[in-house]
């Protein structure tokens, strides 16, 4: 399947129901993770740094990182809801880990269970995805921790500065369109 091919399938399906798409980035969802979040996100500075260091990030490498905005996958302006498509890469050890670090009372646009589960099921494959590659902030073969923690970053961060939840559209097949339609319900509420 062609890079973001999922994505645009998703996004028409999106189109087909009213709901425009744009894609995502804001300065707030930085390359520098926790280190470079606005005040607004402290009520989750110390999960994401106990994520961070689960993880095995290097703390003086991510701080020399820059300010860049982090790209997401869609965001619906109107409403200030952000979505974001999960292939089969995000479902990994290392994603599984930052789940169960999660506090218990967080506000989440998915189904926290649901994702445990398909972690639990993907990882064996995913594990493999892309294992040697590295990310700065975590070193050698760190590129799965770095999405991993990235993932964690949108779900805590954004319910934190007070926007609704990150919806979560599981396509570990990479089928955009199947993908929408299990979270279809959410996303067109968005529009009310």
């Known amino acids: 399947m062609p890079v973001g091919e999922c994505e645009r399938t998703f996004a028409a399906a999106a189109a087909h129901d009213g709901v425009v798409l744009a894609r995502a980035r804001v300065p707030w969802l930085n390359q520098r993770g926790h280190l470079g979040l606005p005040a607004e996100a402290e009520g989750v500075l110390d999960v994401l740094e106990r994520i961070f260091v689960a993880l095995g990030g290097n703390r003086d490498e991510q701080a020399t990182k820059r300010l860049t905005a982090l790209p997401g996958d869609f965001v619906h302006a ?28 967080v506000a989440l646009g998915f189904d926290l269970a ?52 990150i919806i979560r559209a599981a396509a570990a097949d990479g089928d955009g369109a199947s993908a929408y339609a299990g979270v279809r319900g959410r996303v067109v509420r968005c529009l009310e």
């Not at 109107?78 to 009372?105: C, V, W």
């Not at 990882?123 to 493999?128: A, H, M, P």
Request: aromatic content about 10%; glycine content about 8%; hydrophobic content about 30%.
């Open 78 to 105: 109107p409403s200030g809801t952000f979505i974001e498509i999960d292939e089969h890469q995000h479902f990994t050890s290392h994603r599984l880990r930052t789940l169960e670090l999660y506090p218990p009372d």
């Open 114 to 165: 649901t994702y445990v589960d398909l972690c639990r099921q993907w990882s064996g494959r995913s594990d493999r995805y892309r294992m040697s590659k590295a990310a700065r902030g975590f070193g050698e073969g760190g590129r799965q921790r770095q999405r991993a923690y990235h993932d964690a970053l949108r779900d805590l961060v954004t319910p934190a500065i007070g926007l609704p939840p």
